[in-house]
């Protein structure tokens, strides 16, 4: 299939599986998904640029789904999601004009495809190490309360001391979030923690949610399936700027991003209504793939390998 604003032709039923399983793994892990389709979409032949700007289109309306669904959960804490899109909309703006300058020097697929290898491997391997350490904390608690119920130790964070001292910090104003279970801490914080994924979402065409939602568990203290649910959330309106933005800019392929959300809407369903089977800190451990994964495509890409015939 020819998709003339990008220029480049390929094949719709392996978009439409890009977008299914990408909105499959979004809904379950509560991001949008960009660390994976824009390597996929990289490593098929699309420009840069239109990786950027077209995986943020087809993230938005998947988003929109796995967000409504998990709302219906209880797993989406509006208050934490609408201040942390004050930092967020910032950062996308931020990171499309990184973009722009790098597309005007030439080097946009090396700085860009580097920075995702780096980034990607960091978080996998941080996440994974918690991850493990938090569930043989719970199997240990299980057994010295001499209790066979899961769900009374369903989200074990074994990285607790980083949240504790980020609470500690007292800058004003403080702000709560009772649906995340946060009684008090700095609104200067969350914004923070907006900008900086807003940043990678402008930049690396990516929803940062694979960055978001670790940084929503282990520095804000918020419990896993309501991080899953709050950052989809949030994804909706970073990434639906980023698209407005990179649109002006020239970097969409909407007719590309149509096909791919096709399978992304009902990948999303299935994704969110599975989380209810999983315990915090195995979503944790199963998230940990996706960025080793995402970082292992564009490897291949950078490598020199040639790219396949969709």
């Not at 942390?84 to 080097?107: D, F, K, P, Y």
């Not at 996998?124 to 130790?153: C, F, N, V, Y």
């Not at 929803?207 to 940084?215: D, N, S």
């Amino acid at each position: 299939m020819d998709f003339p604003i990008s220029g480049v032709t390929i094949n719709p039923f392996f978009l439409i599986g890009i977008g299914f399983v990408v909105g499959l793994l979004g809904g379950f892990f509560g991001v949008g998904g960009g660390f994976l389709a824009g390597p996929l979409m990289f490593w098929a032949g699309v420009p840069m640029n239109f990786v950027v700007g077209t995986d943020l289109a087809h993230m938005t309306g998947k988003s929109i789904v796995a967000a409504k669904r998990h709302r219906t959960l209880g797993h989406v804490d509006v208050r934490l999601g609408f201040v942390m899109i004050l930092g967020t909309i910032v950062g996308v703006e931020i990171g499309a004009r990184i973009i722009e300058v790098l597309q005007a020097s030439g080097n946009i697929d090396h700085v860009i495809g580097i920075t995702y290898v780096v980034i990607l491997l960091t978080i996998s391997a941080l996440t994974a190490g918690e991850s493990i350490h938090a569930i043989r904390l719970t199997k240990q608690l299980k057994s010295a309360a001499g209790d066979d119920d899961p769900e009374q130790h369903r989200d074990v964070v074994s990285f607790g001391q980083v949240t504790r001292f980020v609470r500690r910090i007292r800058l004003w104003p403080m702000v709560s979030f009772p649906g995340s279970g946060i009684e008090e801490i700095s609104l200067w914080i969350v914004i923070l923690v907006g900008l900086s994924t807003g940043i990678l979402a402008g930049a690396l065409g990516v929803g940062g949610g694979f960055l978001r939602m670790p940084l929503l568990v282990y520095v804000l203290g918020v419990p896993t399936h309501v991080a899953v649910g709050t950052d989809l959330f949030e994804i909706m309106f970073s990434a639906g700027y980023g698209t407005l933005t990179h649109a002006v800019k020239g970097n969409v392929d909407i007719l590309m991003a149509l096909v791919m959300h096709t399978g992304a809407a009902l990948g999303a369903q299935i994704g969110a209504m599975s989380t209810r089977y999983f315990a915090g800190p195995r979503i944790r451990l199963l998230f940990s793939l996706l960025p080793l994964i995402g970082a292992l495509l564009v490897l291949v890409r950078l490598l020199g390998s040639s790219v396949p015939a969709f």
